[in-house]
């Protein structure tokens, strides 16, 4: 009986801690171009000298993640937080409704080792707020995409990011832009082969419309089942107007290691296995025919022989795993 109980509450503390991350508020769910106000209450909105530059996500209740390239002079910064910033750009009606935590950086933990490549490997950082945040419906640390998971050609995702400004220069709307994960060979190949090594970061993007280039150090998240896990964080938005070029982030499960070393004490970011939904990732099929062929053509990146090949060997192991359960 003694055991029984101690398993009831084990599962409880799990279940309560496993679902303390990555919440929208009923009120505010997803689904408009524009992100309504509250619907990404993890989004950080980072000033220097008064005027934002940069984008995070709060990841715990005093830390926050964004990238390597935010932080070239971060005791200079400030952490923005609450439902001000992520409003749409009219003054609610309710005072009481629309405010904001501001919070000025304590302490940075940036990647100890990163690459030249031309986009850089580790960019990642970590930042300490001067003091935790309170934790409401409006703001809400997102869940960490772990170790185990999977993020596969095609797979929807999200980024938000800001579009327009005031005559103050202080952005007054998020947006929000549903896009697909772009497989590693697949992006390497339309970027020229420049993007460097590819096992610690992903790829977004192939979007017609502009990229958020005002969300460097910004989340991309995917959804799984009623919560959100971030996968990314956006090293560059991609070209506006060549979808072949699309976005390129760091892969968040790839630091679950990092980032669990670097936060100690006090509350601990959530990590969540995250699955792609398709049992095969189709770029492990992908040829890149040649470097030197420009993403701006409009030929295709594949021969029609392997194009064919590919799909059928791609079904194929798709009916295998179905028939055999695994």
Not at 120 to 138: A, F, M, Q, R
Not at 236 to 248: E, H, I, R, T
Request: proline share 5%.
């Amino acid at each position: 009986m003694a055991s029984q109980q101690l398993l009831c509450v084990f599962l409880v503390t799990t279940f309560l801690l496993f679902t303390a991350c990555g919440k929208v508020s009923s009120k505010n769910k997803k689904g408009d171009k524009d992100g309504s106000p509250g619907s990404w209450p993890w989004q950080v909105l980072l000033k220097q000298n008064g005027y934002f530059f940069c984008s995070g996500s709060l990841i715990t209740n005093e830390w926050v993640l964004t990238s390597r390239y935010c932080m070239y002079n971060p005791f200079n910064t400030t952490a923005h937080l609450g439902l001000e910033i992520q409003k749409k750009g009219e003054e609610s009606s309710d005072e009481e409704e629309i405010y904001e935590e501001t919070r000025s950086i304590a302490d940075v933990k940036c990647h100890s080792t990163h690459g030249q490549d031309y986009f850089e490997t580790n960019d990642i950082c970590l930042l300490k707020l001067s003091e935790p945040v309170e934790l409401d419906e409006d703001i809400q640390p997102v869940c960490l995409a772990s170790e185990h998971s999977t993020f596969f050609d095609g797979t929807t995702s999200w980024i938000a990011g800001f579009t327009q400004y005031d005559e103050n220069y202080v952005p007054t709307m998020l947006t929000e832009i549903e896009t697909p994960i772009v497989g590693a060979k697949r992006c390497a190949c339309n970027h020229g082969g420049y993007i460097g090594s590819t096992d610690k970061i992903i790829c977004a993007g192939e979007m017609e419309e502009c990229p958020l280039y005002t969300s460097l150090g910004g989340p991309m998240v995917n959804q799984k089942e009623d919560y959100w896990v971030q996968s990314g964080v956006m090293s560059s938005p991609g070209y506006c107007g060549y979808p072949k070029l699309p976005g390129v982030y760091t892969q968040v499960s790839e630091y679950q290691e990092w980032i669990s070393d670097v936060v100690r004490g006090g509350m601990r970011p959530e990590f969540v296995t995250f699955k792609s939904p398709d049992l095969v990732d189709k770029d492990v099929f992908f040829i890149c025919p040649s470097f030197q062929q420009s993403v701006f053509d409009d030929g295709e990146n594949l021969s029609s022989f392997t194009h064919v090949f590919s799909l059928s060997l791609l079904v194929l192991l798709q009916v295998f795993f179905s028939l055999f359960g695994m």
